[in-house]
């Protein structure tokens, strides 16, 4: 039986990128979205079905906790269980501190932390029924380097690897492992919202001189998600050429 993935965020480019590679390695998946802004997530998702790929897909506002549990609800139905939750999905609002909206730092805190934490409360009671369990939480370089305007984003990103840390704890004893990447700056994703001369000035940052690829992350995945990697948990993977050493 193939294991069986929740990935939220799976609407973006690198969510999208992340589900080819899962339904290529047999993953069943689980497929949450917000707003499909793009025609690409509906061909994405036919392109999966007719390969024969289990998927379902979920709409969810992650500001909302009743959503966030009826979308687990759903997805334990619909798949029987869930075996890895990979949380993705993401929000930045850019803002020097003492210009920071109220309602944009909570949206940021809501989508970014909140979120992750109710969808891992929600699959821990059927993963601690299982023995087996695997959580992985993408998280970034601005948690541990941030730069002007940041403020928001590298507060829930260092929030969500402590929130990581104490999961593992809780979880260790019930073969359930808690991981999270810390990604630097990628070839899809929010990345595009910049113009070009600025990707290249950051590009030239970057010790690697390159952006990521939505396939290293992947393999990383891939390893975290293995039955076999039960002894790394409560970790974080920087990937990020060498951004933050």
Same mark, same amino acid.
Request: hydrophobic share 40%; glycine share 8%; with cysteine.
């Given at each position: 039986?193939?294991? =069986? ?43 999966? $079905?007719? &390969?024969?790929?289990?998927?379902? =897909? ?10 966030? %549990? ?11 269980? *869930? ?28 989508? +970014? ?6 969808? *891992? ?9 299982? +023995?087996?369990?695997?959580?992985? +939480?993408?998280? &970034? %370089? ?14 829930? $990103? ?17 073969? *359930? ?24 000035? *950051? ?22 998600? +293995? ?19």
């Amino acid at each position: 039986m193939s294991q =069986t993935v929740l990935l939220t965020g799976a609407s973006g480019g690198l969510g999208q990128a992340l589900a080819r590679g899962l339904a290529a390695k047999g993953f069943a998946l689980a497929l949450h979205y917000h707003h499909k802004k793009e025609k690409s997530f509906d061909v994405l998702v036919e392109d999966l $079905k007719k &390969s024969n790929t289990t998927v379902f =897909t979920y709409q969810a506002d992650f500001r909302n906790e009743k959503e966030i %549990v009826e979308l687990i609800q759903a997805a334990q139905k619909d798949l029987g269980s *869930i075996d890895c939750v990979i949380n993705n999905a993401g929000v930045s609002h850019s803002a020097i501190s003492w210009k920071q909206k109220l309602t944009d730092w909570q949206q940021v805190m809501d989508v +970014n932390l909140t979120a992750p934490f109710l969808l *891992i409360r929600e699959a821990l009671p059927m993963m601690r029924k299982n +023995n087996f369990g695997r959580i992985i +939480n993408i998280s &970034s %370089v601005v948690a541990h380097k941030p730069h002007a305007g940041t403020s928001a984003y590298a507060a829930a $990103k260092a929030g969500l690897e402590g929130l990581t840390r104490a999961i593992a704890i809780e979880t260790a004893k019930n073969n *359930i492992t808690a991981n999270a990447i810390a990604l630097g700056f990628f070839d899809k994703g929010m990345i595009n919202e910049l113009d070009a001369e600025l990707q290249q000035q *950051i590009i030239k940052t970057i010790p690697a001189e390159k952006l990521g690829n939505a396939s290293e992350l992947l393999e990383c995945i891939l390893y975290l998600c +293995n039955k076999q990697s039960s002894y790394i948990t409560g970790q974080t993977l920087h990937l990020n050429g060498g951004l933050y050493c």
